[in-house]
């Protein structure tokens, strides 16, 4: 009957886990989302501010893609630099790793 109780409660806990898990991403997803919200807010105020002024009046197209270009510009080097940095921490681990197979 104990063996059962135990088994019971490591189930519940694996639950209890993955349910946070699940939360944990659906608030970082959300959490993202309305940060893109604001930066897409902020390039589009900047580039009516900024940029329209100097073009021709029926130019919203051309205002377009400048904000069009700036957003992938930005999500470019944003998921390049994530990529360079998930690499370098993944070679440190490797090398961690490496280290620690020779020494233990």
């Known amino acids: 009957m104990g063996e059962k109780i ?6 519940a806990l694996n639950l209890q886990l ?3 898990k ?3 991403t659906l608030a970082t997803n ?5 940060a893109a919200l604001a930066w897409n807010s ?3 105020d900047a580039v009516n501010t900024y940029i329209k002024p100097y073009l021709p009046v029926s130019s919203g197209l051309v205002s377009l893609l ?3 270009l ?3 510009v930005l999500a470019v080097t944003v998921t390049y630099q994530l990529a360079k940095l998930k690499g370098k921490l993944e070679k440190s681990l490797g090398d961690s790793n490496v280290d620690n ?4």
């Open 101 to 104: 197979k020779n020494h233990g």
């Open 30 to 34: 959300g959490l993202g989302l309305v």
């Open 66 to 68: 400048i904000y069009a």
């Open 6 to 11: 135990s088994k019971f409660t490591k189930e």
């Open 70 to 72: 700036l957003i992938t």
């Open 22 to 24: 699940q939360m944990i």
């Open 18 to 20: 993955e349910i946070t």
């Open 42 to 44: 902020v390039i589009q």
